[in-house]
């Protein structure tokens, strides 16, 4: 059981827009920043969003992210076949003194 | 560019020991923490622990203390990831990663080491 807690799929047609929920409790995303990371099959996972809602250099603006309380949402708009991968949201969790990370959300563009 | 290039594939049996590797490249290797990531078959990514190569302070997640070893060496720029008895359960995918802090987020990542313990 992940600390974190995501839908495990989301889907949505080319050009649609999807968000990707993340769950978690006040010492972990209540008390400390959200990231987000992209894990396309065969490849190493891939920094989307950082400190919430910061995109790193060359993520392009159809990826943003959010933060209320204890939940942290993702957004994909514009959804591209290439966009088809696993999801993950990420935090410090201050009880644990550890990094925790959702379950993953498989995201299909249908 | 920073660039963590991790060790080969391993093929390994129960009760042997194993120790993979991540050299950083592209950058001062002291300035950023290595964290490990275990990634199973068909499951999601879980911290392990991380390093701290500018005096090689460790700490680990509760679920892996005691199970593994983070170690560096700042002279060659690496730092280890090391098993003294590996179970069939220690079978996946082990990536390191850093970033500008000490732990998350993780900007770079390494390219991942397949770990296969079978009898």
């Known amino acids: 059981q992940s600390v974190l807690t995501q839908p495990p799929s989301v889907s949505a047609a080319p050009g649609q827009k999807v968000t990707i929920s993340c769950s978690g409790s006040?010492?972990?995303?209540?008390?400390?920043?959200v990231s987000w990371y992209q894990h396309l099959p065969g490849t190493a996972p891939k920094l989307l969003i950082y400190e919430n809602n910061k995109r790193p250099s060359g993520i392009p603006d159809r990826f943003s992210g959010s933060k209320s309380g204890t939940s942290a949402t993702l957004g994909i708009t514009g959804l591209q076949t290439g966009d088809e991968a696993d999801y993950y949201c990420?935090?410090?969790?201050?009880?644990?003194?550890?990094?925790?990370f959702g379950g993953g959300t498989k995201l299909t563009v249908l | 560019e920073v660039q963590l290039v991790q060790s080969g594939a391993e093929v390994k049996k129960p009760g042997e020991s194993l120790r993979i590797s991540c050299r950083g490249s592209g950058y001062r290797f002291t300035t950023y923490w290595i964290s490990w990531v275990r990634q199973m078959p068909g499951k999601g990514l879980e911290w392990m622990g991380r390093?701290?190569?500018?005096?090689?302070?460790?700490d680990y997640s509760p679920s892996f203390q005691g199970h593994v070893a983070v170690s560096a060496d700042k002279s060659i720029s690496t730092a280890y990831l090391q098993w003294s008895s590996l179970k069939a359960s220690d079978t996946a995918m082990y990536y390191c990663?850093?970033?500008?802090?000490?732990?998350?987020?993780?900007?770079?990542w390494g390219q991942g080491t397949l770990v296969t313990v079978s009898s």
């Open positions: 390093i701290d190569p500018s005096d090689s302070y460790t």
């Open positions: 006040s010492s972990n995303i209540g008390n400390n920043y």
């Open positions: 990663a850093s970033g500008h802090g000490s732990s998350d987020p993780f900007d770079y």
């Open positions: 990420g935090t410090w969790d201050s009880s644990l003194s550890a990094v925790v």
